[in-house]
């Protein structure tokens, strides 16, 4: 059923992208390149291919990739600045949950309005970034705290849950620090990421505009609650924890450069 269904999107994306993927080809020969098969941007290493997501959340693949060129980097996060919880006005004892559609979300002022006053009736505290939207914004509830900015990696270890658009920083922070997420992807990686959090258990996917008050609370409880996700995410982050992901990256290059200079000597 998963191949099928994954058929069906496969040949709908083809469809979607079709006119973009021939203007892309004829731009590859205009500069001497061969064209990519339908679907195809970008080609494989035939070297190393470093993967920044862990294997926790990978696809099952009818073809599996080669691991002589395909590695996963388990444990790789970005280190921030020290950040202190700041005193919220209400609903001090409350579970807290991060907010962040990162810096091009931030322009999406309409969705984050929207989310500001479904968690301002909901028994949370919240950190939200808005970046340089801060003056778009008034009579915030005491139970949030607006900033143009946050030190991400220092926050979410803080946090209870995180509410993001399924960037690749978060989406990783999040597993390697076991932190629940509710994902509103709207571009790139983030349609992925929420489908593999959705799917392996670590989080839920949401609609970015379709989603009513009702829907964000109970997968708000959900993901505070669910003693099954808060199992897999402290497994997952145990994993990440243990593999350390520039170290590996480091290995794995010194290793690459050392076989070819063999070879080309």
Request: aromatic share 10%; glycine share 8%.
């Amino acid at each position: 059923m998963d191949f099928v269904c994954f058929r069906k999107y496969e040949t709908r994306f083809n469809e979607v992208i079709g006119p973009i993927h021939a203007r892309f080809n004829a731009f590859l020969a205009d500069h001497g390149e061969a064209a990519y098969p339908v679907g195809q941007f970008f080609e494989a290493s035939p070297y190393l291919n470093l993967l920044l997501y862990p294997e926790a959340v990978k696809f099952r693949r009818s073809q599996p990739l080669d691991p002589a060129r395909f590695q996963y980097l388990e444990g790789c996060v970005r280190q921030e600045q020290a950040y202190t919880i700041p005193q919220f006005r209400s609903n001090s004892d409350k579970p807290l949950v991060y907010v962040s559609f990162g810096s091009l979300g931030c322009g999406d002022t309409k969705t984050l309005q929207k989310l500001i006053g479904a968690l301002a009736q909901l028994p949370v505290r919240a950190l939200i970034n808005v970046g340089g939207y801060l003056e778009a914004y008034s009579d915030v509830p005491g139970n949030i705290i607006l900033d143009r900015w946050f030190p991400q990696p220092s926050v979410i270890p803080q946090v209870d849950a995180v509410i993001h658009h399924g960037g690749n920083n978060t989406f990783t922070e999040c597993l390697y620090f076991g932190k629940p997420s509710i994902i509103m992807p709207y571009v790139w990686d983030g349609h992925d990421n929420a489908t593999r959090v959705h799917e392996t258990g670590h989080g839920i996917k949401m609609h970015r505009n379709h989603w009513t008050f009702a829907e964000l609370r109970s997968n708000l409880t959900t993901i505070l609650t669910s003693e099954s996700m808060k199992r897999q995410l402290a497994a997952t982050s145990g994993q990440m924890r243990q593999a350390p992901g520039p170290a590996k990256a480091a290995k794995l290059l010194d290793g690459l450069l050392e076989r070819h200079s063999v070879q080309t000597a």
